[in-house]
């Protein structure tokens, strides 16, 4: 499973690169805002600065929500660097949208997706990328993991090529669910990367080692 991190944030996001195991990187427009970076010029600087720092798929979302617009956004998205992915929101102009991507060679990420219905029409569009945010599923008592284990099952049985990237991850736990559910991808906080180091034997055993080696060594 890759790993993506799902933030705008440029020092979060040189700390995970740094580890050496990033292969991504997702944002969507809350995360931008979050980030105070506002207009169009800034936002696309923004962009290409993250992929000066990931060598990976870079995932930037279109604001459109008309066909026409998400063409020209997507288009001027794809233009600013070779590992961009367009990120386009699943309705029924966006499976349109990214139909259109798909036969003219840009890649995509069909994003805000709660269901399996959504993800065969991703699919069946040519979508390189389905986020189905699990997260937000579990906020309204739906088991967001369970989607993915669906989405995998059917895209391996139908033999599609696009591919499970889990979006909306809150924890550690929700990582090693999605690895074992057979995701593609995670894109993830930072905090969550970071908490599938934690261990309390690794760190009284590593504690002990250096007490041993210093007791004979000095
Ligand atoms: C994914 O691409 C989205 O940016 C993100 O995972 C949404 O996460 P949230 O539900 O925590 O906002």
Do not use: W
């Amino acid at each position: 499973m890759r790993f993506f991190i799902d933030t705008a944030n440029l020092d979060q996001i040189r700390e995970a690169n740094d580890l050496g195991v990033l292969d991504g990187v997702t944002t969507n427009p809350s995360l931008m805002a979050k980030e105070g970076i506002k207009g169009e010029a800034n936002i696309k600087q923004h962009y290409v600065d993250i992929c000066n720092i990931v060598k990976g798929d870079i995932s930037a979302e279109v604001i459109a929500t008309d066909f026409e617009g998400m063409i020209r956004e997507g288009k001027e998205l794809a233009a600013l660097h070779e590992q961009i992915v367009v990120k386009v929101p699943c309705t029924k102009e966006g499976i349109k949208a990214i139909k259109y991507f798909t036969d003219n060679g840009i890649r995509t990420n069909c994003t805000l997706v709660f269901s399996v219905g959504q993800a065969l029409l991703a699919a069946k569009a040519g979508a390189t990328y389905v986020s189905p945010f699990i997260g937000r599923l579990d906020d309204v008592s739906t088991d967001g993991v369970e989607l993915i284990r669906q989405i995998v099952d059917v895209y391996n049985y139908y033999e599609y090529g696009t591919q499970v990237l889990a979006a909306s991850i809150r924890h550690t736990m929700h990582i090693v669910q999605c690895l074992e559910a057979g995701a593609d991808v995670a894109t993830c906080p930072l905090d969550a990367i970071l908490g599938l180091l934690k261990h309390p034997l690794t760190d009284i055993g590593l504690a002990k080692f250096l007490e041993d080696y210093k007791k004979v060594n000095g």
